[in-house]
């Protein structure tokens, strides 16, 4: 499966846009975990792929920059209240669950890589880290460009992507890091 046909899935499965970008041009800034260490979503230290457990800034870009390009996909939903969080998470789960799918169909044609999603791991309803007990499901645990401090702005700009969609308009950024040696190796075949 080669970019073209990958891009074609990810929009039969519902994605408003998807393109890929070297992972050499996307940026980061460290500065950006101090949104997640100010715990609004109240996953700080909850959740095992979240910070600080899932690693440090420099860490976490090192685990991006590992792969050599990215598919960045994105989602615009209409909403009727941006302040309404109930409706907000509901259209974030929308575009987590299409990644998911999405990624689990590039795994059926052998291609295999890293997820990276729009919010927080939500594999289970409770993290484990809660508990002190190991996460249950490390397979499905998967880290949000917050973590990995991507500047998701500076991103959607580089794909040609809308960033800021309107009024009552929300936009959902996740990636799938394809490990090449995997994709190239299905080309050859």
């Not at 959740?47 to 050599?68: F, H, I, K, L, W």
């Not at 594999?123 to 401090?149: D, G, H, Q, V």
């Amino acid at each position: 499966m080669n970019e073209t046909q990958m891009k074609e899935l990810a929009r039969r499965e519902g994605f408003d846009n998807a393109e890929f970008l070297g992972t050499n041009q996307l940026q980061f800034d460290s500065a950006l975990r101090r949104y997640c260490e100010e715990n609004a979503c109240g996953n700080y230290g909850n959740n095992y792929a979240c910070p600080p457990s899932c690693g440090t800034p420099g860490q976490m870009e090192e685990q991006v920059r590992r792969y050599d390009r990215a598919l960045v996909l994105q989602t615009i939903q209409k909403v009727e209240d941006l302040t309404d969080s109930r409706q907000i998470r509901e259209a974030r789960a929308l575009h987590n669950e299409r990644t998911w799918n999405l990624s689990e169909r590039f795994e059926e044609e052998g291609i295999t890589g890293l997820r990276i999603m729009a919010g927080p791991c939500t594999a289970c309803s409770t993290c484990a880290i809660c508990r002190k007990a190991p996460c249950r499901f490390p397979e499905k645990k998967a880290s949000c460009l917050s973590a990995y401090c991507i500047c998701a702005e500076k991103m959607a700009e580089s794909c040609r992507m809308p960033y800021w969609c309107g009024e009552n308009t929300v936009a959902f950024f996740s990636m799938f890091l394809p490990d090449d040696g995997k994709l190239k190796e299905k080309e050859e075949k």
